[in-house]
């Protein structure tokens, strides 16, 4: 068993997990509900972890991930106002500040 990803919030932890899940990957969730004892344990410690059950399977769901995370945070996209590619960081345009659509 490996540990796939972790993170602060939950909701990224479940999106990995169902990608995961999705694709026939076994996988466990651990301190999903863990929200008390924090004071005694390091915030860290409390963070939701996805483990992959099988070492085999844990190339495959990493690829995964890195796919499905990169697609939605780091497409360039272009301004609609002015036409102006943009970085994905960014909420608007650099050029002509029109939101991001
Ligand atoms: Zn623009």
């Known amino acids: 068993m490996k540990l796939l990803y ?5 909701i990224l932890v479940g999106n990995a997990k169902n990608i995961v899940e999705n694709s026939g990957i ?6 999903e509900y863990v929200s008390g004892g924090i004071g005694e344990l390091s915030p860290h410690d409390t963070w939701p972890e996805l483990w992959v059950a099988n070492d085999a399977d844990y190339e495959r769901a990493e ?13 360039e996209w272009r301004c609609t106002h002015c036409g102006e590619l943009n970085d994905a960081s960014f909420d608007f345009c650099w050029k002509c500040q029109s939101g991001r659509m």
Request: net charge positive; proline share 4%.
């Open 63 to 75: 690829k995964l991930l890195q796919k499905a995370f990169n697609q939605e945070n780091t497409k």
């Open 26 to 31: 076994e996988v466990i969730m651990k301190n």
């Open 6 to 10: 972790t993170h602060e919030n939950p």
